[in-house]
């Protein structure tokens, strides 16, 4: 599609395709009949919407084509030639915001307020004050990064606005919107092609806009009829030419029975065709603008109820839900981790655990949301649904074995039980993740037992078959360290959601002057500077400059502000593919630059570096305090994999609390957060501190 270039370009642009085509027999038989079969079309495609009407049995008009994998008909002409063969046809749109705003509606409905969504104020100053200052992710087709730096320009105070800037941010239309809102603003002096249009397009500053604007112009000027201008509306955005010849001198001739000079009306008649080509329908966009308004407006009033709807109906989406916790963490919402005692199937709304807003009529009103368990990668929502039902009608587990004795092994698995407690569905009851993964087969095996027995009628001599199981021992492993619990939570839920893999780096990154990503992307004394900035790899990908024809990379981050992405050039880019293969955090020296006609910065990677081996090199030491002497084999374990680094290590032996010795080791290491948490990890250590 558009320009994407052809497979042989690809292989003859980039020499990695190659050199696998030449050493692997498989993937240069694949290309080879790639090749073959490019351009091709894979399948017959059947329109999304569209629904065509007729006045008798549609195979008497067209022919029919029946899908395999569907069970309803379709027309085998495409949607221009099936009107021209006497059929009626409509786009019925579906759309999720209409879901999302029924979901938040009842979660608002939950704490007592009923809001009536299809009857709000179209004159509520939160809502206006949102979407002036460009908050608009989740809102309905106000959410894109250019939209929302258009919406802090126009600054909309009236729901016409709104109307207004869906019609317009489109390609082609887009080239009025700055017109529009220096009319608007008073920067620009309001003019109109002739003052019998005033009442016409004094709504809209003086631009042409809409295709009704195009028609009533027609109407006022020439003496059209409604279907007359309808039929120029049609020609104008057809652009057929004997027809607009001919409605030319139509247009001219009306406009002088009206006292018009002739030369004017060819000269509005240019201006009109100019915008017809584009013209938005305005029922239309006043429609899209309704839900537009609609989503803002709960955003506004009811922001935590809002984003859980927004967030439930994305739950198998994992970048949109990553996106929406880094608004969340903007909007100083908490999100609470999964929970089999707390989370439903979707995500949820309830107290937050602590007061965290002061003013009593903010409308975030100390909530919090709650993480789904339906939401988390390979669990499923059909079994996720079971076990809600079952914790709502008999009560909240009490252990793990409570939970495994209750659930149903035909709709759960080892698998899934691995992936909650990976999630940390599971610490309200266990709290080592590490023992709860470990257990999961221990558990499935307990759930088949008990529901053996419950279903052969048996009862035990104490009348109470899931007390007479005699409960095994969980297993005993080490407990998982920080930074591989949060990179399990982030393959299982897809984001970090207990902390961040920064945290741990604090006294580095504060040592080091690393600039967050709030402050890099907002203060505008950083705009032309260099500065060094750490992150987690959230994704990365390559492609080619429209302009240059140079490769380029797009590396996503993220630290405990804020996400952020920056360009890699050729130079770096061999450097990113390696750091992006390991995974770990890396810490970037940045160039801010601000985008052409835009609020936005942008940021260009000139060197990057893994974060671990930047805290390796710095100069600290390690304060080990032991339990008498057993411990000091595993600690001597641990520091032997992060040897070579500057990093000076004490080891201080206690003996029934009392320092007993305290021994500084000749070897010097590499102390990372990685070691800190390794060290901690070893039995009898009763202390771990960076020094």
């Known amino acids: ?355 965290y807003c002061d003013a009593p009529d903010d409308p975030r009103a100390n909530l919090a949301v709650r993480y789904a368990l339906g939401a988390i990668k390979g669990v499923g929502a059909q079994a996720m649904r079971a076990v809600t039902a079952e914790r709502e009608d008999h009560g909240r587990f009490s252990d793990v074995f409570d939970f495994a004795e209750r659930i149903n092994p035909r709709l759960l698995n080892k698998r899934q039980l691995e992936q909650l407690a990976a999630a940390g569905a599971f610490d309200s009851l266990l709290s080592s993740r590490a023992q709860a993964h470990a257990a999961a087969e221990i558990l499935m095996r307990t759930a088949q037992i008990v529901t053996e027995e419950r279903e052969s009628a048996q009862v035990s001599l104490f009348e109470s078959a899931p007390d007479a199981i005699d409960r095994p021992s969980l297993p005993v492993v080490p407990n998982w360290t920080e930074a591989e619990q949060l990179d399990i939570e982030r393959k299982a839920v897809g984001f970090y959601i207990s902390a961040h893999p920064l945290d741990s780096y604090h006294k580095i990154l504060r040592r080091e002057g690393i600039v967050d990503a709030i402050t890099a992307q907002t203060d505008p004394g950083k705009i032309g500077a260099t500065v060094k900035m750490a992150g987690a790899i959230s994704s990365y990908r390559e492609s080619q400059s429209k302009k240059t024809g140079r490769p380029f990379g797009a590396l996503t981050l993220s630290d405990q502000t804020d996400s952020f992405e920056m360009l890699i050039f050729e130079d770096g880019l061999e450097q990113a593919r390696m750091l992006v293969d390991k995974g770990a955090p890396v810490v970037a020296t940045v160039s801010i630059r601000k985008r052409d006609g835009e609020d936005s910065v942008g940021l260009t990677c000139r060197a990057l570096e893994s974060l671990e081996d930047m805290a390796a090199a710095s100069a600290s030491g390690l304060m080990i305090e032991v339990h008498g002497d057993r411990g000091l084999s595993g600690v001597g374990r641990a520091l032997s994999q992060s040897a070579g680094g500057r990093g000076q290590v004490h080891v201080q032996i206690l003996l029934e609390g009392a320092k007993l010795a305290t021994i500084a080791l000749e070897e010097r290491y590499k102390v990372t957060p990685e070691l800190i948490q390794a060290v901690a990890a070893q039995l009898d250590v009763a202390h771990v501190e960076e020094v």
Not at 104 to 113: D, H, L, M, N, Q
Not at 154 to 167: G, N, R, Y
């Open 1 to 355: 599609p558009g320009s994407a270039m052809t497979l042989q370009e690809a292989i003859d642009y980039e020499p990695r395709l190659r050199a696998e085509m030449e050493s692997d027999e498989l993937t240069a038989t694949v290309m080879e009949r790639a090749l073959k079969l490019e351009g091709l079309f894979a399948h017959s495609s059947t329109h999304a919407a569209g629904v065509v009407i007729g006045d008798r049995p549609l195979q008497e008009l067209v022919p029919l084509y029946r899908d395999p994998k569907s069970d309803m008909p379709v027309t085998q002409f495409n949607m221009k030639w099936v009107e021209q063969a006497g059929l009626v046809k409509f786009d019925f749109l579906g759309l999720k915001t209409l879901t999302v705003l029924n979901r938040a509606v009842r979660y608002v409905k939950a704490r007592g307020i009923d809001v009536d969504i299809d009857h709000l104020p179209l004159d509520d100053a939160r809502t206006y004050a949102l979407l002036s200052s460009g908050d608009a992710a989740g809102v309905f087709q106000l959410e894109s990064s250019g939209m929302r730096s258009v919406l802090k320009g126009l600054k909309p105070d009236k729901f016409e606005d709104i109307i207004a800037i869906v019609a317009l941010y489109r390609p082609g239309p887009m080239d009025n919107i700055p017109t529009y809102i220096d009319r608007k603003h008073g920067r620009k002096e309001i003019v109109y092609p002739h003052e019998i249009l005033t009442d016409i397009l004094s709504e809209t500053y003086g631009v042409i806009i809409y295709q009704e604007q195009v028609m009533e112009i027609a109407q006022v000027m020439s003496g059209y009829s409604l279907g007359e201008a309808d039929l120029l509306r049609r020609a104008m955005g057809k652009k057929i030419k004997e027809e607009m010849d001919k409605q030319r001198g139509r247009f001219c001739d009306g406009a002088v029975e009206r006292g018009i000079p002739v030369e004017k009306a060819s000269e509005i008649f240019d201006l009109v065709t100019k915008f017809a080509s584009y013209g938005f329908n305005k029922s239309h966009a006043a429609a899209y603008a309704l839900v537009a308004y609609q989503t803002a407006y709960m955003k506004a009033n009811y922001p935590v109820e809002f984003m859980a709807a927004t967030m439930s109906l994305d739950r198998g989406n994992t970048d949109k839900l990553a996106f929406f916790k880094q608004e969340l963490q903007r909007m100083n919402v908490p999100l609470l981790p999964p929970d089999i005692n707390r989370s439903g199937v979707n995500f949820l709304v309830e107290p937050a655990p602590e007061t």
